[in-house]
């Protein structure tokens, strides 16, 4: 079953403090995980930063699972992140962009890629890092061949707002791909709470993942390009 | 201190405030309410609930019980259970 998963996570939605302490960050992250901060050269990264790049690899693949595996648990400490490999020579710099979009056909080498473990699958992670937020996407596939994502800033930070928004940033951008005119297209949920595209009342084969937080929004979804 | 589970709702409501935009629905929840689903709470704040719920009624939330806390009956159940521990 295809699926996709994403996150994004606000670092002004964050208590600094509060992650750097043992209490809250061995609730997330596992020993041997706690480990890859020195292994694989995160030393100029803030570790707060590191503890919330793996929570937003995490749920990403909890998110992807979710729609697979009816009734499943988010369980941090389950999911197991095997490694991460940071961008060569990346500096993190502010966003300042309107959105950012990416399908995978054009290069981006400021991506953090990770490999995970979680039951019997295998996962892999690509990750987007900027001084306002962590984004994350996972696929079953390494080269993530048919996975689009994108990130954007909002206005207001209001639930529904974030929720309104998000919806109408990846409908934009169905829109523009699918073929024929797509007026009738909305994002509704399927019996396990998973978004999913609908035409009318008809759901249609797109598996896609929506993720906000204060004042980001972020989607993931899967089709063939066209 | 034995605290009956109506009790534990109110303290809980407090752990859940900063959290949660909607007080109103806060003001209302019952055992089947969702901490995710129905109260909007982003899923990021999830430890912090764990923590703060730690802290407020001085218990230890291992990660096993700590993932049944889904909805308000569930983390109810859960610190029933931690309190009890220390009796």
């Known amino acids: 079953m295809k699926s996709t998963g994403n996150d994004i996570v606000a670092l002004q939605g964050i208590n600094r403090q509060r992650t750097n302490h043992f209490l809250f960050y061995s609730k997330i992250l596992s020993v041997s995980e706690q480990a890859l901060y020195y292994r694989y050269g995160f030393a100029e990264m803030p570790f707060e930063q590191f503890v919330w790049l793996l929570w937003s690899i995490k749920e990403s693949v909890y998110k992807y699972q979710k729609r697979i595996v009816p009734g499943l648990i988010f369980s941090p400490t389950k999911i197991i992140i095997q490694g991460i490999d940071p961008p060569y020579r990346h500096t993190v710099t502010s966003f300042g962009g309107i959105q950012w979009e990416n399908n995978n056909k054009e290069s981006c080498e400021e991506l953090y890629k990770g490999i995970i473990i979680f039951g019997a699958g295998i996962f892999y992670s690509r990750s987007k890092i900027h001084c306002e937020f962590i984004t994350t996407v996972v696929s079953n596939d390494e080269n993530f061949e048919n996975t689009w994502w994108g990130i954007k800033p909002i206005d207001h930070a209001a639930y529904d707002n974030q929720s309104k928004a998000v919806r109408a940033f990846i409908l934009d951008k169905l829109k523009s791909i699918l073929p024929g005119r797509q007026d009738n297209l909305r994002i509704g949920k399927n019996r396990l709470d998973c978004p999913v595209v609908l035409m009318g009342a008809m759901e249609m084969n797109i598996p896609v993942s929506l993720a906000h937080h204060d004042h980001f929004i972020a989607y993931s979804f899967l089709l063939k390009h066209p | ?87």
């Open chain 2, 1 to 87: 201190m034995i605290m009956d589970r109506q009790e534990i709702i109110d303290e809980l409501k407090k752990v859940l405030a900063p959290y949660t935009e909607d007080k109103e629905l806060l003001d209302g929840i019952n055992e089947q309410t969702n901490l995710i689903t129905d109260l909007k709470i982003n899923s990021a704040n999830l430890v912090d609930i764990i923590i703060d719920a730690e802290s407020k009624y001085n218990i230890e939330i291992d990660l096993d019980s700590a993932e049944k806390m889904i909805n308000v009956g569930s983390c109810i159940d859960v610190i029933v259970e931690k309190m009890n521990l220390k009796m």
